[in-house]
């Protein structure tokens, strides 16, 4: 067995992006923090240090954009999100890197396109400027970069090209493989042994593998379907390969954090560590390794075949973005998460009652303050939200109960604790008229246009705004002053 572990040096942080960080100066980094972060490789929670603090890395597997993304696909999003306001606080906003992939190559979006009978990229255009306007409903930043499987295939290629000359892959009928025995940490992170992974493959195995285990780095394309040119023929790539060469690419390795849902350990992560690894320097591929729990409908697994799928699209119209956001994270992100036709109405009422505190508190401007204490103890405690939460409505108590300067002083906390985690952004007498300022500013973009479109004459287009503002719950009435909107009663 070659020991794969130890391959020769390539190039790994060389094709980086490092010079193309954001620009703006570095926020005063505030007094240090303890992040612990539980890490599934060593299955312990260990105390957060990057490489280096002035250039924290994280990558988080992203979309597959075929599809509206589904209320289990936002729950990543916004527990890595929080993950990434934590370190921006610690380290400085100009000093962390955040890479979120999209993946607009798939079996799943060839289908798409084919059933509408339309481009690729039609289909993946359309679900990615979906995915982006109900991820920022909920609050989620945008990462600093979103890597594009089709806008890094020449990476691909080459990280493919070097795990052949390393005697990782090999190439068979038009297919390039990993060969997984020639990894001999292979199932380290999943705790597997490669006996089970080889017994778990054994269902209908390609013949063109030379072990069960092995994984594909690159397929024929079928007639139809997107094809590039490569030196192992034309074809395209598998999901896993993207990842690897997305992180060296934006990031390179090694990474501080690698994020995900933890149905994405094995074989997902198990296969990017294995060839990241292969391909270049061999050490280590991420120093913690985060997962976050599934999102359950009740007691059971979200699933077509059950009917029970609730898309994050159809939440946002219905809810403010800040009662979903707070429903996403109301369990600890490792617990599962039992999602119910209650879970984001529950959410809306806990808001409520810390809106309800900021409104009676209306009258006093509050002070400038940082979150308190206990409260970034809870979160830097592996981001403990359920006992952040209790925090927050332990403030907004105390908020009510105050008396003199200590309502500003409190006031400024509740808001300084919450806007860190991104909640409390509205104002208080906006949000029990139901506008979410997210929702908000999507819904006066969309005004602006039908009117662009009105003026111009363009009634198709205006036609088509307004039915998408009726299918968002907003109802909207023409003036002499322009349109005004409302949001419909709810159901
Ligand atoms: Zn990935």
Redesign the pocket.
Known sequence: MLDAARPPMVSGGSQSYMGRGPTTAASPSKPEMSLVLYDTMTREKRRFRPHDPKRVTM????PTVYNYAHIGNARPVVVFDLLFRMLRRAFGEAHVLYAA?V?DVDDKINQKAADEGVPIDVITRRYLDAYHADMSVLGALSPTFEPRATQTMDEIIDMIGRLVRNNCAYAAEGHVLFNTEAYSDYGKLSRRSLEDMIAGARVDVAPYKQNPADFVLWKPSKPGEPVWESPFGPGRPG??I???A?IEKTLGLPIDI?G?GND?IFP??EN?MAQGLCATHGGEYASWWVHNGFLNMGSEKMSKSLGNVILAHDLVSRYPGEALRWALLASHYRQPLAWTEETPRHAKAALDSLYGALLRAADVEAATAEPGAEFMAALEDDLNTPKAYAELFALAQALDGATGADRARLKGELLAAGQLIGFLKADPEAWFQGADPALKATVEGLIADRAKARAAKDWGEADRIRDALSAMNVEVQDGPQGATWRMKEQV
């Open positions: 990558y988080v597997c992203g992939n993946t999901w896993h993207e990842c690897s997305m690698h995900g994405l997902h992560h990017e």
